[in-house]
């Protein structure tokens, strides 16, 4: 599961989708759920950057506590806030990594899961009208997860679903079939994601340092 993102600056990337910036980008080296980020959604056939509270909040949710980050791909349809989403609201989670943690003898050990090439993944996503005390409504999204390759299951068997660039304006059309949309979440290629060890500093969402995701040993990667 996502407990852990790592934002760095993917907007200058070659391999980053186009977009209209509406809400500047955010960037942190450890970002935790119920934290703001940055989403891609369409807006008017156009897509659009929005900022985006990490907990899908529906305008009947008030305790954001009980918001979810997450969503299993092979659930959606089980409740409705998620089944609605899916159909309506699709977006794309544009970062530079993810953490996840393998036990070990020493305890935990993070490591961050990236393109083998280090390229921005494109995390599916489905989101939602949040509407806080003040009025001011602004938007709140989950990720969705389906299970892992065998490099990943190690240290977790679930995984936000990784959108290929190719299909980004697929995943967020509206005109996109629903079954057309689910053929596009699935377990990411083998050779698509490698994992390598990081500093257990990401253990604390406080420490905000871009150290926190440097490798410390090698990439693993999918061997045949």
């Known amino acids: 599961m996502a407990g852990r993102l790592h934002v760095d600056d993917w907007t200058r990337h070659p391999q980053s989708p186009a977009f209209r910036g509406v809400d500047p980008p955010v960037f942190s ?38 918001a979810p980050h997450c969503a299993r791909a092979e659930s959606l349809d089980e409740r409705p806030m998620f089944r609605e989403a899916m159909a309506e609201r699709r977006c794309l989670v544009p970062v530079t990594g993810i953490y996840l943690w393998q036990a070990g003898l020493r305890g935990k050990q993070p490591f961050l899961i990236t393109h083998t090439d280090r390229s921005p993944l494109l995390l599916a996503g489905i989101w939602s009208r949040y509407a806080p005390d003040t009025g001011e409504s602004r938007d709140s999204f989950a990720l969705i997860t389906v299970p892992t390759t065998e490099v990943i299951a190690p240290m977790s068997d679930r995984l936000p679903a990784v959108i290929a660039l190719s299909q980004s304006e697929d995943w967020l059309s509206l005109e996109t079939p629903m079954a057309a949309a689910r053929d596009l979440i699935g377990p990411a290629d083998r050779e698509l994601l490698g994992a390598f060890p990081v500093s257990k500093q990401v253990n604390d969402p406080a420490h905000q340092e871009w150290a926190c995701g440097y490798p410390i040993g090698p990439m693993r990667v999918w061997t045949a």
């Not at 450890?30 to 909040?57: H, K, M, Q, Y």
């Open 29 to 66: 080296p450890n970002l935790a759920p119920r934290r703001w980020l940055s989403i891609l959604r369409r807006e008017a056939n156009v897509t659009v950057l929005r900022d985006a509270f990490w907990g899908l909040t529906p305008t009947w949710l008030k305790i954001l506590d009980q």
